[in-house]
């Protein structure tokens, strides 16, 4: 019978059915491979359950951990809004306000608004934080809530050529530094008659987008659309605009021009003073979020006084900026030695070095400043007012202020905090707040000449801010200084921080210029010498302290300081004959470079460097040695806690990290628990059923959470989730951006703005946000500056740090980003950061630093690129600074992790990784721990203290709400999966029987055919 | 010397189609060695599995029987060889197309790796089209 069905005629219907099966067999099996090896991130993209809990524990709404304030979504949105336009309306800087341009009075609100961009202006930047869709509330109803009236006709003649495409901005950035920029302003000449109808004030908004993945435009962008190819300067179109107002307001149709720079990337400045566009007013808005733009509003009506205080030195062209010789991206030459260490997405050949060490931004203006007033030598020639359009910390108001009684006092005798006493008086006629900023000014001596340590004439150490002070109120501020800001990095003499000997000055000032020219006329200058104003020696104090190489010398843990850096410093890596020369005060003309001429052309004085034999081995993944340590305890059922036992004990006293219990319980996993655990982490830390941890949402949002609230449902355990809330399904709020934040200068608020923000997370079931982003605005070019708070480390520090203050109250661990001198995205996949110590110390670090001494952050997160010749997560300071020095609690996760199939094709590695301090991929590598089961017991007790702090993270978080220890946790293979499996069971059975019946056919065929030859 | 030529001049399509599959894989595995030795994508299964189906077929196609098996084993060990240089070349796409799919990534492609791709899969066409064929002539009566 069977003979009969598989017969010679068959035989080849056969062989072509197993042909194509088998084909198809091996496709499907590759595929499913693929996919399976990829499925938490798969899981993760498209929010598919992989686990639930069962909770048998009664739980009522008094026992939970973290509690919500509020009752729905609807409320947590309205409050979110509130703390938005609160933000915003404190944040909004005061540029400039001639004959008091602002605020416009009521019966003076008929306004035309110019620019394309006032149809659609910048809410946010673009890329993982910029993803929010709560859509922004327009500008025009945001006005005409506020009482003004707005030309309708031009503005629905912007609303028509933006949506029909024929102007208005595009911008996004694209990986690899491809950015796609345009500003597309239109023209005077094309604007409909309505432009030269009369109003009160003509609103110019002046909009630039910044993003994820790449830099925006120095001088590459479309010179038709960008003057020079500037993306940062005025555009030819809305010069002819602002042109053409001027000559509306001369012959009187429009009354003023007021500027809306609606910009985090500062856009050049020298235009707001140039009598040939009349500007009267001009505010920086940054990104304002949904709603912030009503709160614009409040500011332009004067129902709100603005307060805000520039996060950045302004400058007058950008071009004055040494930085901007060295941003961006530089090859090595002789790079042909590294490409074949080099995989697809590994930009190691490329480099950068921070040569301006610590004078950025307002350390290099104001320093230079001083020692062109002081004469120093060296100095060159320099013009403070030409270069600077305003300094850091400058900001307007409606009314006035004046400082009185000012104490400063130095530490006592059992503590180390010197004190400011300041009181501050409203002598205008409307209530405002003001900010008062402490700097201090450290001696520059022959010690630091001797040891390059680098003194920059003021240095942000403290503010305060007033609440609302009537016309003729006064209130005094006092304004606590850490004796640890007095000391400076000494990378190359002692090797920690030190002390020198010298005259110390302290003052209270309204912005950084005033600082230093208080201390200038401290120290005897007059404007006669050269300053830009005279300053105030009444607000300083000094105080002579000894050289202390010791006192400085150890962390908040105790832990010796030392440098950490010196193989991120051109200067000390031994791998090379490269050099560096620092920007240096000792020498400012032979030492500073420029990168761009004015018409932004490059000048090529960026710092070249040589690619080596050793740079090119340097920058190779390092793969852990073997060793004979004996590896822990796996799979102990000696006891059998679960993770909610871990958070108190039977007293009800909160358990340590470092208690006992924590060993059985981390005794108590598996290998393979402990192998899934931190083999997945993408916007997650995965569940372990053994221990009833429950899965995680950890997810982006540096301007908060990014998804929908009822997101994930399955792993969602925050309130709109469990209380099945009708509105789950919109979106969080869309948050300023953190330079706002930051320009508020009011910690208080922006410590109730993240309580905001973490009733957001626990009602999205945020366990964990990939959030704040706490790089340095080291250039305005930089793409992702949206998300970063300032050129300061300190002032980043410090807010940052009370805004995590906030959110953790709410149970959701923040994850500070992006770890470390990821301050552009140019090539930011493995490009070599350069920088010294102390730079790196004193600005880069140092917001990671108060974050977590200060505001307690749980977590950060690494950056992609290298440090040095080093990728972040395994040059070490993970370990041994930000955990070992700061005393982090919580845990490192990776960047987005590249080491898909293994890892091999990556500058990532999770297990040198999890060696210095990095425990979590940002992804899935589930194949890449897996050889380390045996022979590698150091990786092996890395795991496991890697599993510690992701295990003590979690059960101190908002995820552990809903848990008891009753809870079981059940994890479910996703449908998906199985479909996967069986399809490749289907195809696998199909091939396997026609390839059986396809040589049964041939066997069969053989046999009718014996004693045939073959080939007959 | 005439038996080598007698023996070629009865091969058929199929042999010959075969032994070009097998020498385009022996191409396939020199052009990669050349472009990835030292780099973070030498894979050495990606080396040696076509030179292996080469040698099946050295190995196989003097023999009768076998002769007629040499392209489906060639073919095979090709093909899987295919499959798993997909797999592992996954990340270095997603690298190379990480902003889209553009003329410009494609031109970025490295040559070794569109050889190593474009060559297996011809090999893999040569020698299943061999299967179907005869791989030595009829003897004539």
Same mark, same amino acid.
Request: some cysteine; charged content about 20%; hydrophobic content about 40%.
């Given at each position: 019978?069977?003979?009969?069905?598989?017969?010679?005629?068959?035989?080849?219907?056969?062989?072509?059915?197993?042909?194509?099966?088998?084909?198809?067999?091996?496709?499907?099996?590759?595929?499913?491979?693929?996919?399976?090896?990829?499925?938490?991130?798969?899981?993760?993209?498209?929010?598919?359950?992989?686990?639930?809990?069962?909770?048998?524990?009664?739980?009522?709404?008094?026992?939970?951990?973290?509690?919500?304030?509020?009752?729905?979504?609807?409320?947590?949105?309205?409050?979110?809004?509130?703390?938005?336009?609160?933000?915003?309306?404190?944040?909004?800087?005061?540029?400039?306000?001639?004959?008091?341009?602002?605020?416009?009075? &009521?019966?003076?609100?008929?306004?035309?608004?110019?620019?394309?961009?006032?149809?659609?202006?910048?809410?946010?930047?673009?890329?993982?934080?910029?993803?929010?869709?709560?859509?922004?509330?327009?500008?025009?109803?945001?006005?005409?809530?506020?009482?003004?009236?707005?030309?309708?006709?031009?503005?629905?003649?912007?609303?028509?050529? &933006?949506?029909?495409?024929?102007?208005?901005?595009?911008? #996004?950035?694209?990986?690899?530094?491809?950015?796609?920029?345009?500003?597309?302003?239109?023209?005077?000449?094309?604007?409909?008659?309505?432009?030269?109808?009369?109003?009160?004030?003509?609103?110019?908004?002046?909009?630039?987008?910044?993003?994820?993945?790449?830099?925006?435009?120095?001088?590459? /962008?479309?010179?038709?659309?960008?003057?020079? *190819?500037?993306?940062?300067?005025?555009?030819?179109?809305?010069?002819?605009?602002?042109?053409?107002?001027?000559?509306?307001?001369?012959?009187?149709?429009?009354?003023?021009?007021?500027?809306?720079?609606?910009?985090?990337?500062?856009?050049?400045?020298?235009?707001?003073?140039?009598?040939?566009?009349?500007?009267?007013?001009?505010?920086?808005?940054?990104?304002?979020?949904?709603?912030?733009?009503?709160?614009?509003?409040?500011?332009?009506?004067?129902?709100?006084?603005?307060?805000?205080?520039?996060?950045? #030195?302004?400058?007058?062209?950008?071009?004055?900026?040494?930085?901007?010789?060295?941003?961006?991206?530089?090859?090595?030459?002789?790079?042909?030695?590294?490409?074949?260490?080099?995989?697809?997405?590994?930009?190691?050949?490329?480099?950068? =070095?921070?040569?301006?060490?610590?004078?950025?931004? !307002?350390?290099?203006?104001?320093?230079?400043?001083?020692?062109?007033?002081?004469?120093?030598?060296?100095?060159?020639?320099?013009?403070?007012? &030409?270069?600077?359009?305003?300094?850091?910390?400058?900001?307007?108001?409606?009314?006035?202020?004046?400082?009185?009684?000012?104490?400063?006092?130095?530490?006592?005798?059992?503590?180390?905090?010197?004190? =400011?006493?300041?009181?501050?008086?409203?002598?205008?006629?409307?209530?405002?707040?003001?900010?008062?900023?402490?700097?201090?000014?450290?001696?520059?001596?022959?010690?630091?000449?001797?040891?390059?340590?680098?003194?920059?004439?003021?240095?942000?150490?403290?503010?305060?801010?007033?609440?609302?002070?009537?016309?003729?109120?006064?209130?005094?501020?006092?304004?606590?200084?850490?004796?640890?800001?007095?000391?400076?990095?000494?990378?190359?003499?002692? *090797?920690? !921080?030190?002390?020198?000997?010298?005259?110390?000055?302290?003052?209270?000032?309204?912005?950084?210029?005033?600082?230093?020219?208080?201390?200038?006329?401290?120290?005897?200058?007059?404007?006669?010498?050269?300053?830009?104003?005279?300053?105030?020696?009444?607000?300083?104090?000094?105080?002579?302290?000894?050289?202390?190489?010791?006192?400085?010398?150890?962390?908040?843990?105790?832990?010796?300081?030392?440098?950490?850096?010196?193989?991120?410093?051109?200067?000390?890596?031994?791998?090379?004959?490269?050099?560096?020369?620092?920007?240096?005060?000792?020498?400012?003309?032979?030492?500073?470079?420029?990168?761009?001429?004015?018409?932004?052309?490059?000048?090529?004085?960026?710092?070249?460097?040589?690619?080596?034999?050793?740079?090119?081995?340097?920058?190779?993944?390092?793969?852990?040695?073997?060793?004979?340590?004996?590896?822990?305890?796996?799979?102990?059922? &000696?006891?059998?806690?679960?993770?909610?036992?871990?958070?108190?004990?039977?007293?009800?006293?909160?358990?340590?990290?470092?208690?006992?219990?924590?060993?059985?319980?981390?005794?108590?996993?598996?290998?393979?628990?402990?192998?899934?655990?931190?083999?997945?982490?993408?916007?997650?830390?995965?569940?372990?059923?053994?221990?009833?941890?429950?899965?995680?949402?950890?997810?982006?949002?540096?301007?908060?959470?990014?998804?929908?609230?009822?997101?994930?449902?399955?792993?969602?355990?925050?309130?709109?989730?469990?209380?099945?809330?009708?509105?789950?399904?919109?979106?969080?709020?869309?948050?300023?951006?953190?330079?706002?934040?930051?320009?508020?200068?009011?910690?208080?608020?922006?410590?109730?703005?993240?309580?905001?923000?973490?009733?957001?997370?626990?009602?999205?079931?945020?366990?964990?946000?990939?959030?704040?982003?706490?790089?340095?605005?080291?250039?305005?070019?930089? /793409?992702?500056?949206?998300?970063?708070?300032?050129?300061?480390?300190?002032?980043?520090?410090?807010?940052?740090?009370?805004?995590?203050?906030?959110?953790?109250?709410?149970?959701?661990?923040?994850?500070?980003?992006?770890?470390?001198?990821?301050?552009?995205?140019?090539?930011?996949?493995?490009?070599?950061?350069?920088?010294?110590?102390?730079?790196?110390?004193?600005?880069?670090?140092?917001?990671?630093?108060?974050?977590?001494?200060?505001?307690?952050?749980?977590?950060?997160?690494?950056?992609?690129?290298?440090?040095?010749?080093?990728?972040?997560?395994?040059?070490?300071?993970?370990?041994?600074?930000?955990?070992?020095?700061?005393?982090?609690?919580?845990?490192?996760?990776?960047?987005?992790?590249?080491?898909?199939?293994?890892?091999?094709?990556?500058?990532?590695?999770?297990?040198?990784?999890?060696?210095?301090?990095?425990?979590?991929?940002?992804?899935?590598?589930?194949?890449?721990?897996?050889?380390?089961?045996?022979?590698?017991?150091?990786?092996?007790?890395?795991?496991?203290?890697?599993?510690?702090?992701?295990?003590?993270?979690?059960?101190?978080?908002?995820?552990?709400?809903? =848990?008891?220890?009753?809870? #079981?946790?059940?994890?479910?293979?996703?449908?998906?999966?199985?479909?996967?499996?069986?399809?490749?069971?289907?195809?696998?059975?199909?091939?396997?029987?026609?390839?059986?019946?396809?040589?049964?056919?041939?066997?069969?065929?053989?046999?009718?055919?014996?004693?045939?030859?073959?080939?007959? | 010397?005439?038996?080598?030529?007698?023996?070629?001049?009865?091969?058929?399509?199929?042999?010959?189609?075969?032994?070009?599959?097998?020498?385009?894989?022996?191409?396939?595995?020199?052009?990669?060695?050349?472009?990835?030795?030292?780099?973070?994508?030498?894979?050495?299964?990606?080396?040696?599995?076509?030179?292996?189906?080469?040698?099946?077929?050295?190995?196989?196609?003097?023999?009768?029987?076998?002769?007629?098996?040499?392209?489906?084993?060639?073919?095979?060990?090709?093909?899987?060889?295919?499959?798993?240089?997909?797999?592992?070349?996954?990340?270095?796409?997603?690298?190379?197309?990480?902003?889209?799919?553009?003329?410009?990534?494609?031109?970025?492609?490295?040559?070794?790796?569109?050889?190593?791709?474009?060559?297996?899969?011809?090999?893999?066409?040569?020698?299943?089209?061999?299967?179907?064929?005869?791989?030595?002539?009829?003897?004539?009566?």
């Amino acid at each position: 019978m069977l003979e009969k069905i598989l017969n010679g005629k068959t035989k080849k219907i056969y062989k072509v059915i197993a042909n194509v099966f088998v084909i198809l067999f091996g496709i499907v099996l590759a595929a499913g491979y693929v996919l399976t090896s990829n499925q938490s991130a798969i899981n993760s993209y498209f929010s598919i359950q992989t686990s639930y809990t069962e909770n048998s524990g009664e739980i009522d709404e008094d026992s939970l951990l973290f509690k919500s304030e509020f009752k729905s979504v609807k409320e947590v949105k309205e409050n979110a809004e509130k703390y938005t336009q609160e933000i915003v309306r404190e944040g909004v800087v005061l540029l400039k306000n001639d004959n008091d341009a602002l605020p416009l009075a &009521e019966g003076h609100r008929n306004v035309s608004v110019f620019s394309i961009s006032c149809v659609n202006y910048v809410a946010a930047g673009t890329g993982s934080s910029g993803t929010n869709k709560d859509k922004p509330k327009g500008m025009k109803s945001s006005l005409e809530s506020r009482g003004f009236t707005v030309n309708a006709d031009l503005w629905s003649w912007y609303k028509n050529a &933006e949506s029909e495409g024929t102007y208005g901005r595009k911008g #996004t950035s694209v990986e690899g530094g491809g950015s796609v920029f345009s500003i597309r302003e239109a023209p005077w000449s094309a604007l409909p008659a309505a432009k030269s109808n009369r109003a009160d004030a003509a609103i110019f908004v002046l909009s630039r987008n910044g993003g994820e993945g790449g830099d925006v435009y120095i001088n590459n /962008g479309d010179s038709s659309d960008m003057t020079d *190819g500037n993306y940062l300067k005025l555009s030819p179109q809305e010069k002819d605009v602002l042109l053409n107002l001027k000559t509306l307001k001369d012959n009187g149709t429009i009354g003023k021009i007021i500027v809306l720079m609606n910009s985090v990337n500062q856009v050049e400045c020298d235009f707001l003073d140039d009598a040939a566009f009349g500007v009267d007013a001009a505010l920086w808005i940054g990104d304002v979020g949904s709603t912030g733009m009503y709160a614009v509003a409040d500011v332009l009506a004067g129902e709100s006084n603005p307060s805000g205080r520039l996060t950045d #030195t302004f400058w007058r062209k950008h071009y004055y900026n040494p930085v901007m010789a060295n941003f961006g991206d530089h090859v090595y030459q002789n790079s042909e030695v590294m490409k074949s260490s080099l995989a697809a997405r590994d930009f190691g050949d490329h480099y950068v =070095v921070y040569q301006e060490g610590i004078y950025l931004g !307002y350390k290099y203006t104001e320093t230079r400043y001083e020692d062109v007033v002081t004469r120093r030598p060296k100095t060159g020639s320099f013009d403070y007012e &030409e270069v600077v359009s305003y300094p850091f910390g400058y900001g307007l108001s409606y009314t006035s202020f004046e400082y009185s009684g000012i104490e400063i006092t130095a530490p006592a005798a059992d503590d180390d905090v010197y004190t =400011v006493k300041v009181t501050v008086t409203n002598t205008g006629k409307i209530p405002g707040k003001e900010v008062v900023q402490v700097y201090l000014q450290k001696p520059y001596t022959d010690y630091d000449i001797e040891h390059k340590v680098e003194k920059a004439a003021v240095e942000l150490v403290g503010f305060a801010k007033t609440d609302m002070l009537a016309a003729g109120e006064s209130r005094e501020l006092t304004i606590s200084v850490d004796g640890s800001l007095f000391a400076s990095y000494d990378a190359y003499g002692a *090797g920690t !921080y030190i002390l020198d000997a010298g005259k110390y000055y302290l003052t209270a000032a309204k912005n950084a210029h005033d600082a230093v020219n208080n201390i200038l006329a401290a120290k005897g200058y007059r404007e006669a010498d050269g300053m830009t104003e005279a300053g105030d020696a009444s607000a300083v104090a000094d105080f002579e302290l000894a050289f202390d190489a010791e006192k400085y010398g150890k962390s908040v843990t105790g832990q010796k300081i030392e440098n950490r850096f010196s193989n991120a410093d051109v200067n000390l890596y031994d791998g090379t004959d490269n050099k560096v020369t620092y920007i240096s005060r000792n020498d400012w003309e032979s030492t500073t470079k420029l990168g761009l001429t004015e018409t932004s052309a490059d000048t090529n004085n960026h710092v070249v460097l040589k690619a080596t034999a050793k740079i090119a081995q340097d920058i190779k993944k390092p793969v852990p040695e073997s060793d004979d340590t004996p590896y822990p305890t796996y799979g102990s059922t &000696e006891t059998s806690y679960k993770l909610a036992d871990m958070r108190a004990d039977e007293n009800g006293d909160p358990i340590p990290y470092d208690s006992p219990l924590w060993e059985q319980l981390l005794d108590q996993l598996t290998w393979d628990e402990m192998l899934a655990l931190l083999s997945h982490g993408q916007r997650l830390t995965y569940a372990v059923a053994s221990i009833a941890k429950p899965q995680t949402i950890d997810h982006n949002g540096a301007n908060g959470p990014v998804q929908p609230y009822g997101d994930n449902k399955s792993n969602n355990h925050g309130f709109a989730v469990a209380t099945d809330d009708p509105d789950m399904s919109s979106y969080p709020t869309l948050y300023p951006c953190n330079a706002l934040v930051a320009a508020t200068f009011n910690a208080e608020l922006v410590e109730e703005f993240g309580v905001a923000m973490g009733n957001d997370c626990l009602w999205a079931g945020y366990n964990g946000i990939y959030g704040f982003g706490i790089n340095i605005h080291r250039s305005a070019y930089g /793409g992702r500056d949206y998300e970063y708070y300032s050129e300061d480390g300190v002032l980043s520090g410090l807010i940052s740090s009370a805004e995590v203050k906030g959110i953790q109250s709410k149970g959701t661990y923040v994850y500070m980003k992006h770890c470390l001198l990821n301050d552009q995205e140019t090539y930011r996949e493995g490009i070599c950061t350069w920088a010294n110590e102390q730079s790196i110390r004193e600005i880069y670090l140092k917001p990671f630093e108060i974050s977590i001494v200060e505001g307690g952050a749980y977590n950060v997160m690494s950056s992609f690129n290298r440090i040095g010749v080093k990728w972040s997560g395994h040059q070490g300071f993970l370990q041994t600074v930000i955990k070992d020095e700061f005393g982090m609690r919580g845990f490192a996760v990776t960047d987005y992790y590249l080491g898909m199939m293994g890892g091999k094709q990556t500058y990532m590695s999770l297990p040198a990784g999890l060696l210095n301090g990095s425990d979590l991929p940002d992804g899935d590598s589930a194949e890449e721990l897996v050889s380390y089961k045996t022979g590698y017991g150091n990786v092996a007790w890395a795991m496991r203290e890697a599993a510690h702090r992701i295990l003590y993270t979690v059960s101190q978080s908002n995820a552990m709400n809903t =848990v008891t220890a009753e809870m #079981t946790v059940v994890t479910i293979t996703p449908a998906w999966v199985i479909a996967v499996v069986a399809v490749e069971a289907i195809f696998g059975v199909i091939a396997g029987l026609s390839f059986i019946a396809y040589w049964l056919a041939f066997a069969f065929s053989l046999k009718r055919d014996k004693g045939n030859d073959l080939s007959a | 010397m005439e038996k080598i030529k007698k023996y070629f001049q009865q091969r058929g399509a199929g042999f010959y189609l075969t032994a070009s599959a097998a020498l385009l894989s022996i191409i396939v595995a020199i052009v990669y060695i050349v472009g990835y030795t030292g780099s973070v994508y030498f894979y050495w299964f990606v080396f040696l599995m076509p030179l292996f189906a080469a040698a099946a077929f050295v190995a196989m196609a003097p023999f009768r029987f076998l002769g007629h098996l040499s392209a489906f084993v060639t073919g095979i060990i090709d093909f899987i060889m295919l499959l798993l240089f997909i797999v592992y070349f996954i990340p270095y796409l997603t690298g190379i197309f990480y902003s889209g799919i553009t003329m410009q990534a494609i031109a970025s492609l490295d040559f070794a790796f569109v050889f190593t791709l474009f060559g297996t899969i011809t090999a893999i066409v040569l020698a299943n089209i061999g299967m179907y064929l005869s791989h030595a002539r009829k003897e004539k009566a």
